[in-house]
């Protein structure tokens, strides 16, 4: 039998959490299905062998489940055979009735992309971002961004997992100067985007809708996501068609999804009131569970130093997660086991002059949210001459590239460099010890200079 395991209070795989993944080993490169406790893997092939999951099985084998390169099948079987698996493995841990040949170290640990993507769809559904985005627009927000959530089909082929590398794309652009003079080369204003993504797990044939109050049979969990940008090849393509090259290069993901099942807890109102009221299909019945507290956290490391650039929160969508799948499905295209969404920039108004009776450093234990949507509230109406500290990228942030930002030690910065890291956290909870919490792990990706 196992050792008692114990999770460290900055460990993001608590027992609330039991996320999904897929890995290898330098022992063992067979690549096949993991969960994560603590500093530990669980091997789900052995723990399946040991007979833990037997009482679940009707005609599904977990054995033969949990030994695929991925976890399609896994998430396409019913929700309720799903939590009851991840109930079992709690109880096991907590029972301390896991066997040893189950565990492995996570510093042993490669992870794998955990699923097959069979689409990627990525959603365009922060008011902030796309206040602060309006240039690119003929500053205006149009009409129709209020009625329904704004997506585009992007590329799932460049959907990588964390911490893969991630190469400057080429590609044709506007060079700046007085003239616009289209230009074929290496991209000059590399950027990241602070996103979630979530995969979908029951699918929706094609020719057929999912009505919204169905959609979380639908949805196996969340992952952070980097959608990564490249601004200047996005701006010399978004008219008349929209980005390509400019945001088809690479997406990063982290590689433990978090199950909406292990979200629930954290469910809470969004922090915007929706005006129009939405048309019925994305109507949720009950506002106060409409969307997930779920913290969020950009940090560049440059030249060995790390620079915390922004914090925020997936409950700041206009749009949500839930009325975001439910549009999808909702022209009858068909959805996939493993079909990739992403949130969308997620971008809020918390300023720092506003902050100054507040700490909002995010550390392993985060402040009360509701305090922080609050506060937001109150500094959108209050303080905009202050410095913004909820921007989920650098477009935003450096005001389309016509400002520089001063980092903490005074260095200038507008876009990413060669060699440039950038690091996404999240985080569910409080972490006072008194209710549950739990984290994503990382999405990191460093840049490689253009081919």
Known sequence: MAPKITVSPDSPFTVDNIPFGVIKTTEDPTARCATAIGDFAIDLVKYAQAGRLDALQGNESFVEIFAQNNLNTFAGLPRSLRIEARQQIQRDILQE??????????????????????????????????????????????????????????????????????????????????EKVPTYGPSEMLDYELEMGYFVSKPVPYGRTMKIEDVKEHIFGFVLLNDWSSRDLQLFEMTPLGPFHGKGFGTSISPWIVTLDALEPFSCAPNTTQDPVPFEHLRWSDTETGALDIKLKIDLIREDKKYGMATSNLRYLYWTPYQQLAHHASAMCGLKTGDLCGTGTISGAVCLLSMSSYCFAFKNHPPPMHKCADLSSIMQKTDRAGKKLELGCLYEATEAGTKSLTLSDGKPLQYLNDGDEIILEAWCGDGDGKGKRLGFGSCRGKILPAA
């Open 97 to 178: 009735l896991l066997d040893d040949s189950c565990l492995i170290p996570l510093s042993q640990v490669t992870n794998l992309l955990p699923m097959k993507v069979e689409g990627y769809s990525d959603f365009y559904c922060s008011l902030e971002h796309c206040r602060n985005c309006s240039p690119m627009s003929a500053n205006t927000i149009p009409k129709n961004w209020f009625y329904a959530p704004s997506v585009y089909n992007a590329r799932a082929s460049s959907v990588v997992v964390s911490p893969q590398p991630i190469r400057r794309p080429s590609g044709v652009f506007y060079r700046i100067g007085p």
